[in-house]
Nanobody, 119 residues
Framework: QVQFVESGGGLVQPGGSLRLSCTGS????????MGWYRQAPGKQREFIAA???????????MYTDSVKGRFTISRDNAKSTVYLQMNSLRPEDTAVYYC?????????WGQGTQVIVSS
């Protein structure tokens, strides 16, 4: 199973920005679609954004309503990396953020990266 590694989290004030990175064996030949997920304290993990890798149209994105217009998912094929640019962060965005295929694969979850939005 491919396992992904997330990084870039941290503590940020409301209204601030962070960029998360996800590395792993990410290529159009092996992955159909990649996504970002998050798990807030006391809640279930939820899907928030996805980008087509092998699927067509390549690079097409989708977002859950709670992050639409604030978060941007992108990918760098040369670096085999998927990014999540998070702007206008809110306290309710506090969570551990994970990347995985879409649909997710149980054996591919990484450790995640913690994002805390607080003043």
């Amino acid at each position: 199973q491919v396992q992904f590694v997330e990084s870039g989290g941290g503590l940020v004030q409301p209204g601030g920005s962070l960029r998360l990175s996800c590395t792993g064996s990410i290529s159009s030949g092996s992955i159909y679609r990649m996504g970002w997920y998050r798990q807030a304290p006391g809640k279930q993990r939820e899907f928030i954004a996805a980008i087509n890798v092998g699927a067509r149209p390549s690079g097409s994105t989708m977002y859950t309503d709670s992050v639409k217009g604030r978060f941007t998912i992108s990918r760098d094929n040369a670096k085999s990396t998927v990014y999540l640019q998070m702007n206008s962060l809110r306290p309710e965005d506090t969570a551990v953020y994970y990347c995985n295929k879409v649909p997710s694969v149980a054996g591919s979850w990484g450790q995640g990266t913690q994002v805390i939005v607080s003043s």
